[in-house]
């Protein structure tokens, strides 16, 4: 069974960076065209794709979020995390990590940026 789990911390502050880490068991982030994902949800709007990072370690961004974004992986721990710089309130939500194109999605957890 395939599980995305994501963790990191629910308060930040801001102009500090977030950082979020998603680990996959029941699936290697490097299987042959598996693409991972990183997804957010802003109280009371939809959902934002933020960026991937592809199982050759390629990587993809939102160009509403380039320059802020970063996604990177440890393939030792079968994990990909994501960083966001410079943040506001405006970036809190919801984050996801999901495999792109596919069920397998993390149950999300609650960012909230504030002083």
């Known amino acids: 069974q395939r599980q995305l789990q994501e963790s990191g911390p629910g308060l930040v502050k801001p102009s500090q960076t977030l950082s979020l880490t998603c680990t996959v068991s029941?699936?290697?982030?490097?299987?042959?065209?598996?693409?991972w994902s990183w997804i957010r949800q802003p109280p009371g709007k939809g959902l934002e794709w933020m960026g991937a990072?592809?199982?050759?370690?390629?990587?993809y961004y939102s160009p509403s979020l380039k320059g802020r974004t970063s996604i990177s992986r440890d393939t030792s721990k079968n994990q990909f995390a994501l960083t966001l710089s410079s943040v506001t309130p405006e970036d809190t939500a919801v984050y996801y990590c999901?495999?792109?194109?596919?069920?397998?999605w993390g149950q999300g957890t609650q960012v909230t940026v504030s002083s």
């Open positions: 029941g699936a290697s982030i490097t299987w042959n065209n598996a693409c």
């Open positions: 999901a495999r792109v194109n596919t069920d397998d």
């Open positions: 990072i592809a199982y050759s370690g390629s990587t």
